[in-house]
């Protein structure tokens, strides 16, 4: 899943959007919590936490067939 996010200076995602959710849309809801729940660090040139928008993110998961 391809998901584009603004992630604010604290490391909070906001505004997660998707770009792409193949092959199954049914992941959708797993992926915003995965990524909601998540801190992010993003610094500057001056090592200082800043705040990014349009951020992408993949997320994959990982589906096993029961024997």
């Not at 906001?14 to 660090?41: G, H, L, M, Q, W």
Request: hydrophobic content about 35%; aromatic content about 14%.
């Amino acid at each position: 899943m391809l998901l584009k996010v603004d992630i604010n200076s604290e490391g909070v995602t906001e505004n997660i959007r998707f770009v792409d959710f193949s092959p199954y849309e049914d992941f959708v809801p797993s992926a915003i919590k995965y990524v909601s729940e998540t801190k992010y660090k993003k610094y500057n040139d001056t090592y200082r936490l800043v705040h990014v928008k349009g951020h992408l993110l993949l997320v994959k998961f990982k589906v096993h067939k029961n024997s």
